[in-house]
């Protein structure tokens, strides 16, 4: 299976800042075929982008997803205060369809 | 908008089973995946499989091959998940998820979770 590792474990940033959070593949993901959610605490994940680079409905442009083959990155600028939580990839492109392991953006 | 509503929270004994249904508002599952999720408390995601109802297609974790079904159930617009031979390990929140367009693994729209605690 393929196995997607996210990096930091922790972010600690500010409200304003760009918060910038990867995530490797054991693994090509060819298609591109690699999803962000955002989970905040007692909520169902979030789906934020899909195809790496394609922002979900209602997703503000503030988050922008990049990458290609093993290395994909989760860009969101500006931090405003609801963007505090947990964000985990995805990769759909060979069953199953892992999730990494997630990375926590705090409040520095 | 499509809503998933999940059925309520189970208590469940070791080596029983658990059915956890999970019914669509403002949509449907067909042309689309039928996806499970857990989470165990203070875990990650895991991604436990998938099924495609209209292309008959399914695909399941290796952890759960031979104890876990998922599919659409007889009452319209209801999906299901049935997992068996259950251990304390299974203690974990379990969601429903629509795929996205053209069968796609990702997931848009989720139940708000079933939590199923396994005990003795």
């Known amino acids: 299976e393929i196995v997607l590792t996210q990096s930091p474990g922790t972010l600690s940033m500010s409200p304003g800042e760009r918060a910038t959070l990867s995530c490797r593949a054991s693994?090509?993901?060819?298609?591109?075929?690699l999803a962000w959610y955002q989970q905040k605490p007692g909520q169902a994940p979030r789906l934020l982008i899909f195809?790496?680079?394609t922002r979900a409905t209602g997703i503000p442009d503030r988050f922008s997803g990049s990458g290609s083959g093993t290395d994909f990155t989760l860009t969101i600028n500006r931090l405003e205060p609801e963007d505090f939580a947990v964000y985990f990839c995805?990769?759909?492109?060979?069953?199953?369809?892992?999730f990494g392991q997630g990375t926590k953006l705090e409040i520095k | 908008q499509v809503q998933l509503v999940q059925s309520g929270t189970e208590v469940k004994t070791p080596g029983s089973a658990v059915r956890v249904s999970c019914k669509a508002s403002?949509?449907?599952?067909?042309?689309?995946?039928i996806i499970w999720v857990r989470q165990a408390p203070g875990q990650g995601l895991e991604w436990m499989g998938r099924?495609?109802?209209?292309?008959?297609?399914?695909n399941y974790a290796q952890k759960f091959q031979g104890r876990l079904t998922i599919g659409a159930d007889r009452s319209p617009n209801t999906a299901y998940m049935e997992l068996r031979s259950l251990t304390s390990e299974d203690t974990a929140l379990y969601y429903c998820?629509?795929?996205?367009?053209?069968?796609?693994?990702?997931?848009?729209?989720w139940g708000q979770g079933t939590l199923v605690t396994v005990s003795s």
């Open positions: 998820a629509r795929g996205g367009l053209d069968f796609r693994g990702y997931a848009p729209n």
């Open positions: 403002g949509g449907t599952f067909n042309n689309y995946a």
């Open positions: 099924v495609i109802p209209m292309l008959g297609l399914e």
């Open positions: 693994q090509s993901v060819s298609g591109d075929f």
């Open positions: 195809e790496t680079s």
């Open positions: 995805q990769q759909y492109y060979r069953s199953p369809y892992t």
